[in-house]
T-cell receptor, first 117, second 114 residues
Framework: DAKTTQPPSMDCAEGRAANLPCNHS???????VYWYRQIHSQGPQYIIH???NNETNEMASLIITEDRKSSTLILPHATLRDTAVYYC??????????????????FGQGTILTVHP | DGGITQSPKYLFRKEGQNVTLSCEQN?????MYWYRQDPGQGLRLIYY???????QKGDIAEGYSVSREKKESFPLTVTSAQKNPTAFYLC?????????????FGQGTRLTVV
């Protein structure tokens, strides 16, 4: 399974962009990169995912390098409510009943992002 | 409202007792998952189910059991064989096992065994 490496913690000033890096050097060609975040004692919240093109939604942008060995999650204008643990995940592709399954999400340690005033 | 419901939010049990954690979803999702989280750690996969009447072991299945008799429900039993059952348990679901659609998580059950 492809593994991810993230810095254990980062700080960001409120209103500034938060750029969270992730290394996934062993990623396979058809494995997706997912980002989730978890606020203390709650279930993880989906943020964004991508394969090889950059992606943007209402929450964030995902920049994936051309060789796909790393990616960066960008929160364009961080707020205090963005303080959370951010998980970068490579979605494991398995085999199910002769078909293809994208089921498992394998979580690492994540990055604790602290947004300060 | 659509979503995943885990109950109860907090659960206390005596050592040696089996306990079942509930997970229900009304999203019409095929795939469901159980994760365990220990303090300061990431999530670890216990069991997952790609479709009704089927389930597979995750990375830390020992001491746990599951069933998937209905599409909406994926209960997890923590048995007395689980050596360190005290943890935060999270259930998730995704629309199908054959797409890359995101998984949605419940709010978790915090189990304390005394």
């Amino acid at each position: 399974d492809a593994k991810t490496t993230q810095p254990p913690s980062m700080d960001c000033a409120e209103g500034r962009a938060a750029n969270l890096p992730c290394n996934h050097s062993t990623i396979s060609g058809n494995e997706y990169v997912y980002w989730y975040r978890q606020i203390h004692s709650q279930g993880p919240q989906y943020i964004i995912h991508g394969l090889k093109n950059n992606e943007t939604n209402e929450m964030a942008s995902l920049i994936i390098t051309e060789d796909r060995k790393s990616s960066t999650l960008i929160l364009p204008h961080a707020t205090l409510r963005d303080t959370a643990v951010y998980y970068c995940i490579v979605r494991v592709k398995g085999v199910y009943a002769g078909g293809t399954s994208y089921g498992k999400l394998t979580f690492g340690q994540g990055t604790i992002l602290t947004v300060h005033p | 409202d659509g979503g995943i419901t885990q109950s109860p939010k907090y659960l206390f049990r005596k050592e040696g007792q089996n306990v079942t954690l509930s997970c229900e979803q009304n999203l019409n999702h095929d795939a469901m998952y159980w994760y365990r989280q220990d303090p300061g750690q990431g999530l670890r996969l216990i069991y997952y189910s790609q479709i009704v009447n089927d389930f597979q072991k995750g990375d830390i299945a020992e001491g746990y059991s599951v069933s998937r008799e209905k599409k909406e429900s994926f209960p997890l039993t923590v048995t007395s064989a689980q050596k360190n059952p005290t943890a935060f348990y999270l259930c998730a679901s995704s629309i199908t096992a054959t797409s890359n659609a995101e998984a949605f998580f419940g709010q978790g059950t915090r189990l304390t065994v005394v």
